[in-house]
């Protein structure tokens, strides 16, 4: 059974710090997901991680994926309130199967 | 392209009644998802259908949940009867093989009293 495991669950942080969320996974994969989830909405898609070595930017988070080490990092420069949010990384083994979420990392981005 | 399209957004339901719970997924995605979110055990896979056909039904919880899908840009999710601890946020997703990625709806907030 393919799991996927996130850390930190809850992360509490000051405006303009950086942090990195970590995501394990438990098989092979080439592709993984990572979406942002806000309070009482959907699941919105952020990155999707093709390959080994992959890295994908967009403003302040940058996503990359070790398919060797099963890891994939979100890393958050000079946070702003506005990505408060939960942030899940998800897996699939092909594409149009089943996609396996982790647990989600809860972000809070304080004045 | 509109989405995702769930509905309803919200139900509110006593226990014992049958809920419909509905999905139109984005046109030319072959592949459709109904997905459960809770509190305690976060975002769990119901069922996925590739081309209409149910793949995987491993995640319906029992009997009482049944899923269809009896063409492309339609599927429902079915509760009967209902029950307290069905109450969840349930998502339908759709992809496409030929693309990378899950598209997901806007969810209905299923309250079961």
């Known amino acids: 059974e393919l799991k996927v495991e996130q850390n930190p669950l809850f992360l509490s942080m000051q405006e303009g710090k950086n942090y990195t969320i970590y995501c394990n996974y438990s098989?092979?994969?080439?592709?993984l997901y990572w979406y942002r989830q806000d309070p009482g909405k959907s699941l919105e898609s952020l990155f999707v991680?093709?390959?080994?070595?992959a890295v994908k930017q967009e403003g302040r988070l940058m996503a990359s994926l070790d398919t060797k080490a099963r890891l994939s990092t979100l890393h958050i420069t000079a946070a702003v309130h506005d990505l408060s949010a939960t942030y899940f990384c998800?897996?699939?083994?092909?594409?149009?199967?089943?996609?396996?979420f982790g647990e989600g990392t809860q972000l809070t981005v304080n004045p | 392209d509109a989405g995702v399209i769930q509905s309803p957004r919200h139900e509110v339901t006593e226990m014992g009644q049958e809920v419909t719970l509905r999905c139109k997924p984005i046109?030319?995605?072959?592949?459709l998802f109904w997905y459960r979110q809770t509190m305690m055990r976060g975002l769990e896979l119901l069922i996925y259908?590739?081309?209409?056909?149910?793949?995987?039904d491993s995640g319906m919880p029992e009997d009482r949940f049944s899923a269809k899908m009896p063409n492309a840009s339609f599927s429902t999710l079915k509760i009967q009867p209902s029950e307290p601890r069905d109450s969840a946020v349930y998502f339908c997703?759709?992809?496409?093989?030929?693309?990378?990625?899950?598209?997901f709806g806007s969810g209905t907030r299923l309250t079961v009293v």
């Open positions: 997703a759709s992809s496409a093989r030929r693309l990378y990625g899950y598209t």
């Open positions: 098989t092979t994969s080439d592709r």
């Open positions: 991680l093709l390959s080994n070595g």
């Open positions: 998800a897996v699939d083994r092909t594409s149009g199967s089943r996609l396996t």
């Open positions: 046109s030319g995605h072959n592949s």
């Open positions: 259908f590739n081309n209409n056909v149910p793949i995987d």
